[in-house]
């Protein structure tokens, strides 16, 4: 099992940037994918990014594309979701999860932290 823990959320402007980290701890010698999600006030949880930790492979939501980009850390078991020109639409709390190699399935997943964009 992978424990993930979120932190980076806070109050930022419109226009402004955030850095959301996702360090991930318990059985991370596996193969996995890592995503990003995030849940408005009152809305589904929606899917933001993801990246494969083997390859790197990014993917991105129409919403952010252009304007959110992953990384990774593997030696501190992290990835970090680098967040510019936020808009008051971007407020959420936002989840990462692990989905392992093989399966179809987010197997774990964090507590999330919060991102609120004022205008």
């Known amino acids: 099992q992978v424990q993930l823990v979120e932190s980076g959320g806070g109050l930022v402007q419109a226009g402004g940037s955030l850095r959301l980290s996702c360090a991930a701890s318990?059985?991370?010698?596996?193969?996995?994918?890592v995503g990003w999600f995030r849940q408005a006030p009152g809305k589904e949880r929606e899917f933001v990014a993801l990246i494969t930790w083997s390859s790197s492979n990014t993917y991105y939501a129409d919403s952010v594309k252009g304007r959110f980009t992953l990384s990774r850390e593997n030696a501190k078991n992290t990835v970090y979701l680098h967040m510019n020109s936020l808009k008051p639409e971007d407020t959420a709390v936002y989840y990462c999860?692990?989905?392992?190699?093989?399966?179809?399935?987010?197997?774990?997943w964090g507590l999330g932290t919060q991102v609120t964009v004022s205008s």
């Open positions: 318990g059985r991370t010698g596996s193969t996995y994918t």
């Open positions: 999860a692990v989905r392992m190699v093989g399966t179809t399935s987010w197997s774990s």
